[in-house]
């Protein structure tokens, strides 16, 4: 068996991925804490017998297991493949066509000029919040807005006119500043957007175009998106379910949104990240570095405060044995290392909620996004009186768009590709299937040394409360009153949920592939499931630019 190096990884393992036979498998070396607790033990690395001595890789294949051992493959492959494709739908998706993108500029914007909290415009149609866009920046998301909603049929491209947004894109940021509408945007706290009113700022700097400016706030997002999920699959490296998180950080759908000015570029990141954390600590029972605990604590402060639906995933961090984290003993914590995740958890609880109460408002004009005929329809209150009075009949809504919609959330999960409603090829279902498959199958064994049952049936009942959220939400804030179906639940909301819903099936379910030698194989599938990701992404892109472009 290849083993890379004597010495630890700096996550506390030998890093053995590259080994077509990697049948070893992290033991636990308990360290009892003074009550005895089974779940007070810290992971330690296999003991390996030495191996006879080996020339020392040298060159351009010693380059290559340096930074593997460094970063990990996984985490290579996912700057690779999101960076790549990433830009390429930054480039190639029209500006303003990402969901929601006309909106989620304006409040990113908004963001980058100090308007942190939710701003009240004058509307004749009712209550409205949103704010002021340059003239030249609002002509080009008139044009867009236009041209999504009128598409010719096929085979006749969806773009109307390649030359208006050449023309419009090129234009100077000037002119009279002008209303532009964002309820639905201005709902959020200004977390998620700091990224990308960050890139707006350089962009003004530069003094770029249009053009330039909406793809200085695309980058931006996308390079957020990278640091972040690529150091939430670094943490697994090591492991085989690295590669579970490498496939779900690279979903068409993820790695789309990455690509165009949304909110959901850092909430899926910080969710992955959070994700990631629960893994390495909890499930694998392994103690977290200095900067994953870090990492793990700003996470839980910022997750609740990025998108209300996910508020609980951030708390779970509290569940992660206090010596696991990367802070002070790991054999006997003091009061502080114990204090700090709950005090973490109760300063993101917080701010959840004062930023609810100062977004609450904004509900009142949801229903403007609606047809016409349903304008002043969505009333948070009376939705709220109606699960709490009527529990079983918004049992039976949601029983009824189960049953209508759920083939649509599926795909939609892969890929709805933006305002354009493009849906992933079948191919890119098919592809992000096997690697699902694989990835789940090769993954790693966990034990009840690393979370026990209890701390593993409150994590599997946290994520079904957290979907739970999403029903709830959108029924009180996109759901007319009375509306036979929850309205707006989109697959891609049940992204940033994934790998930690899979880490409690893979705890209580002890099948894995095995080679003919009884042995759970890496390089393989690793392989098989890097070329899957990569055919998922390329096919998803080749249809999106023959619709979108001809």
């Not at 009550?35 to 010693?62: E, F, H, M, S, W």
């Not at 049953?403 to 939609?412: E, K, L, S």
Request: charged residues 15%; proline residues 6%.
């Amino acid at each position: 068996m290849t083993v890379r190096d004597e010495r630890p990884a700096e996550s506390d393992i030998v890093v053995t991925e590259a080994s077509e036979n990697d049948s070893t498998e992290t033991t636990s070396l308990t360290k009892a804490a003074s009550n005895g607790a089974a779940d007070a033990t810290v992971a330690a690395p296999a003991k390996i017998a030495p191996a006879a001595p080996t020339a020392k890789a040298t060159g351009l294949r010693g380059a290559v297991i340096r930074i593997e051992r460094r970063f990990g493959s996984a985490a290579l492959v996912f700057l690779l493949l999101a960076g790549v494709f990433g830009a390429v739908f930054s480039v190639v998706t029209p500006p303003f066509w990402g969901h929601d993108e006309i909106t989620q500029f304006g409040r990113a914007y908004q963001v980058a000029h100090g308007g942190f909290t939710p701003e009240k415009i004058p509307d004749d149609r009712g209550p409205a919040w949103g704010g002021y866009l340059p003239a030249s920046i609002d002509a080009l998301m008139t044009h867009a807005f236009d041209d999504y909603n009128n598409n010719t049929d096929e085979p006749d491209p969806m773009v109307a006119d390649r030359a208006a947004y050449d023309r419009l894109g090129a234009a100077a940021v000037t002119g009279e500043p002008k209303k532009v509408w964002f309820t639905n945007t201005a709902a959020y706290s200004p977390v998620p957007y700091l990224p990308q009113a960050a890139g707006l700022r350089i962009a003004e700097a530069l003094d770029l175009s249009v053009g330039g400016t909406v793809l200085a706030a695309r980058w931006a997002g996308l390079l957020a998106y990278l640091a972040i999920v690529g150091f939430a699959v670094r943490i697994l490296r090591g492991h085989r379910i690295q590669w579970l998180a490498l496939t779900v950080a690279v979903l068409p759908i993820a790695v789309f949104q990455a690509g165009t000015v949304t909110a959901d570029t850092v909430t899926n990141a910080l969710a992955l990240l959070v994700s990631a954390v629960m893994v390495k600590a909890l499930f694998l029972g392994q103690r977290l570095t200095k900067p994953e605990t870090v990492a793990a604590l700003a996470a839980t402060v910022l997750l609740p405060v990025c998108k209300p639906t996910y508020v609980l995933l951030a708390m779970l961090t509290v569940l992660i044995p206090a010596q696991r984290f990367g802070f002070g003993s790991a054999e006997k914590p003091a009061v502080w290392q114990r204090v700090l995740p709950w005090l973490c958890a109760l300063i993101g609880g917080v701010s959840f909620a004062l930023w609810m109460r100062i977004a609450a408002p904004t509900g009142d004009g949801m229903s403007l996004m609606r047809p016409q005929n349903q304008w002043g329809s969505v009333r948070p209150g009376d939705q709220l009186k109606e699960i709490l009075g009527d529990p079983i009949q918004f049992l039976s809504t949601f029983g009824d768009s189960i049953a209508r919609r759920d083939q649509r959330w599926f795909t939609q999960y892969f890929g709805e590709l933006g305002f354009a409603y493009i849906d992933v090829p079948a191919i890119t279902i098919l592809a992000s299937l096997l690697a699902f498959a694989l990835s789940i199958g090769i993954a790693d064994r966990f034990g009840a040394r690393g979370a026990n049952t209890l701390r593993t049936t409150l994590v599997g009942l946290t994520i079904l409360a957290s979907v739970a959220m999403i029903y709830v939400t959108l029924y009180m804030s996109f759901t007319p009153v009375g509306y036979f179906i929850i309205d707006g639940v989109q697959g891609r909301y049940f992204v940033p949920l994934t790998l930690l819903a899979l880490a409690v099936i893979l705890r209580w379910m002890p099948l894995r592939l095995t080679d003919a030698r009884g042995r759970t194989p890496s390089r393989g599938p690793a392989l098989v499931i890097i070329g899957a990701t990569g055919v998922a992404l390329l096919a998803a892109v080749i249809k999106y630019c023959t619709i979108v472009w001809g």
